[in-house]
């Protein structure tokens, strides 16, 4: 499991990489919710969303030990292809990329631009992992994945130390899921310092395999998922993460489409900030939680990067 001294550790680590992002607050939305709401803007985030912090330390981490690192490679294209791509370009080392042969243009230009090679390969998820794997053996490349993997983990746990240091007085986190990764390394080190702050995730309605699982006892694999939030389209729960959500998350709040443009409008109306979907679902968490009232809140406002016309079409409604 993880400890949390591997999350402080981190937090030095990553310290050239990953920006301290700032907390926002709003008096009309505390007056208008009947909560005090924060966000934690990792909109503003080196590439625009946290996975720097868990791209980085694991990268870090490996060069430490391996004394030198050929080149990195990953089969996400999204927030996570980026970081990886940034990290790559700053320590001047080889990475590339693999991207569905559907890849949209914008995210093709925001990995090409720190220089990352892009590999295009099939158009489902396993195709792009198995060519990533390969690339891996054939080039003596490290593969970073997404979140099932303790470095990254611990990297995306820094969030939980920034938001204690920031907010002393916070009594409950809400963190949007994915594969997880996000909220098992920030729950690891929240319950670990302050176990009375309650950690609560967030879940597309259609996108649900933490909620699934949990409910379950054990990891569920989803036939499809389907939602506008698309950083949290995992099928299943990583096998690491999985364990950690269930002894340290209290609980998952699941929100529907409409909830989450909604609470990307609030984002902007109230705090004058752009969150991505993935971003505002833990908005949308604790604007419906029963966990919510009267209390001091901190969402996570996990990313920003949206294309301008989708946030045309998604905030029009
Ligand atoms: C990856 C991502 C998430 C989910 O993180 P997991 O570690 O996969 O749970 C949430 N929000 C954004 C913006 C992301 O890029």
Redesign the pocket.
Known sequence: MLKIEQVKEAHDNIKCYAKYTPILYSEAAAKDFGFKLMLKAENFQTTN?F?IRGASNCILKELESSKGLKGVVTASS???GQAVAYVAYRLRIPAIIVMPETAPEAKIKAVSRWGAKIEFCGTTSQQRLNRSKQIAEQEGYFEIP??DHYNVIAG?GTIGKEILEQVPDVEAVFI????????SGIATYIKNIKPQVKVIGGEPEESNSMSVSIRKGEIVRLDKTDSIAD??L?LEPGSMTFPLVKKFVDDIETVSELEISSAMIACIEYFKTVP?P??AVSVAAAIKSDWRKGKKIVSLV??GNIDMNRLYHLTCV
Request: aromatic share 4%; charged share 10%.
């Open positions: 969303s996975k999204g927030n996570h997404p979140y995306q949007p899921i994915g594969g997880g990764g996000l909220i950083g949290l995992s991505e993935s971003g996990s990313g």
